[in-house]
């Protein structure tokens, strides 16, 4: 691993080498498109959703069709994760990171011809695969290039990151998804669905970002030893699922993997509900403006009422999308340095030196100390 010259540490990103700012660089850049490709549904679902299902189907039917996408894409997401971790620890994360986002760059731009509903939940799943397969090897390359002292800063750097993701996603939705003159063109020229389709198909232009990582990348220092000693019959080959259920790492395993579903599910449930929240706000008071306070009206009557604010309700949406993911990134950004402080903090308390409440110490595992185990620092460095 490419160690930072400056031990000083007080020093904070200073000292950090060319390299490792360009592994940060693309790992981000590959997180930022990732993010894009996961969110152009959730920014454009009620232009995409009417036109995959037969004309006529209740709004309830059409969400209920949205949530099982939604559920498909969760779990691709978290099977692509498990599937291509282990095959970077095979082939090399660069490969690896290449063919997932060849993976979610294609299946986003296929998405754009689905022609029913289970069509796109078939696509968002194997969108999925390539999105939960970057997450993973990407934040495995930059922990495994970075020292471990300034780890959790710079993680923090790379998933806050995610935010542009979301944000390119809102502004493909607003000015082309949802923009009402691109949609009449759209109309008028017997292509009303090309305005969410062409959205779609613009997920295929992070594959170009392959090019880059190829010739610029090498893989970590600590995954091409590791690969020598499994060679040498050192260590055990990498790459197999069931050593994280063996031995020390079981009791790791099982608490990163509930923490984790605790902050994904918190994460999109707050990400959806934020922007539905300020939608459905608005639309009441629209259809209350429009009907002199009365807010129990038909679905029909809703539809009808709500039509000349379409534009407006999307943009408000868009925007508690925007404040929802900003706020996200704001957070993450924050608790990177709240948790390197408590790490550090943590170890200077006297209780901290017994055994026992050294094995539990997870701060450890985010600077590194002398106490940390060795499957602790294995497992993120």
Known sequence: MNEIKNKDPDAGLSGVTRYQWLVLLIASL????????GQILVASMREAMPSLVPEGTSDGTMDYYYQITLAMFLLGGATGGVFFGMLSDRIGRTKTMSLTILMYSFFTCFSAFSQEWWHMAIFR???????????AVASSMVAEEFPTRIRAKVSGIFHASSIFGTWLAILVATFLIGNESIQA?????GYPTAPWRIGFGIGVLPALLIIWIRRSLREPESWRQAQERAADGAAEPL?????????????????GVTLAAVGLATFWGAHIYGKDLLRRD???????????????????????LLEPYKQSIVRWEMLGMFL???????????????????????????????????????????????YSSSRCRSSVS
């Not at 063109?185 to 020229?189: G, L, Q, T, V």
């Not at 990177?336 to 701060?363: E, I, K, T, V, Y």
């Open 324 to 370: 929802v993911t900003t706020g996200g990134g704001a957070g993450l950004l924050s608790s990177a340095r709240s948790a390197s402080g408590l790490a550090d903090a943590a170890r200077s308390w006297p209780f901290m030196r017994a055994p026992s409440l050294r094995r539990w110490s997870f701060f450890n595992c985010l600077r590194g100390s002398p």
């Open 30 to 37: 590959g997180w930022v498109f990732d993010v894009f490709e």
């Open 185 to 189: 063109f759209a109309s008028e020229m």
């Open 239 to 255: 790459g197999h699922f069931t050593e994280l259920f063996r031995g020390t790492l079981l009791r790791s395993t099982l608490v």
């Open 125 to 135: 799943f194997l969108v999925a695969m390539g999105v939960g397969g970057e997450w």
């Open 282 to 304: 608005v639309e009441k008071s629209y259809i209350a403006q429009e009907n002199g306070g009365n807010l129990n009206v038909s679905p029909e009557d809703r539809a009808v």
